[in-house]
């Protein structure tokens, strides 16, 4: 145990930037496949990737949102089997969105597409909602189109940030 922990802070002060040979210290490099990195050279490939624009933002965000509503009307006439089209619908978004914004990407996009999926969601739950404020209430359905939007929107947000089909 002792000695693993001596190995490690001995070799730190050598620790430097696979990619600019920057010294780097333990807090603030990052593992990366190709070695240790610094943040900032991170930042610059990560740049890289963001290839996503302002509009493609709205458009994720728009796109997410009315087929998360739409997915959910259709859904919520069918009871439980709510719970077996959920992922579909995400995985339907993840498509359209990555189709309309011509596959960029970036991070922002993948929240704004999460955002949009939740926020789409919520109409669907004002009908029980009312019954609710009248004193009645249908707490099933409540809780099928909660974890409905739950499972479409983390379906959608793991299928845009990585998983491609
Ligand atoms: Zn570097």
């Not at 990195?37 to 990737?49: L, T």
């Not at 302002?54 to 949102?65: H, K, M, N, S």
């Not at 619908?89 to 704004?112: E, Y």
């Not at 969601?121 to 019954?131: A, Q, S, V, Y």
């Amino acid at each position: 145990m002792t000695d693993e922990n001596q190995t490690d802070t001995d070799q730190t002060p050598g620790l430097t930037c696979n990619r600019c040979g920057k010294p780097i210290t333990p807090e603030t490099a990052v593992l990366t496949p190709t070695g240790y990195h610094c943040q900032e050279c991170v930042r610059a490939q990560q740049k890289i990737f963001d290839t996503a624009r302002p509009l493609d933002i709205v458009i994720g965000f728009v796109i997410a949102a009315v087929l998360s509503y739409l997915g959910g009307l259709l859904a919520s006439r069918l009871g439980f089997f709510t719970l077996l089209i959920a992922p579909g619908v995400g995985s339907l978004i993840a498509n359209a969105v990555r189709v309309a914004v011509k596959r960029r990407r970036s991070k922002l996009l993948n929240s704004a597409i999460l955002a949009g999926a939740l926020i789409g969601g919520i109409p669907l739950m004002i009908p029980e909602i009312l019954l609710l404020f009248r004193g009645e209430s249908n707490w099933l359905s409540l809780i099928l189109k909660i974890v409905y939007i739950a499972l479409a929107a983390s379906a959608a947000y793991a299928q845009t940030k990585g998983i491609r089909i």
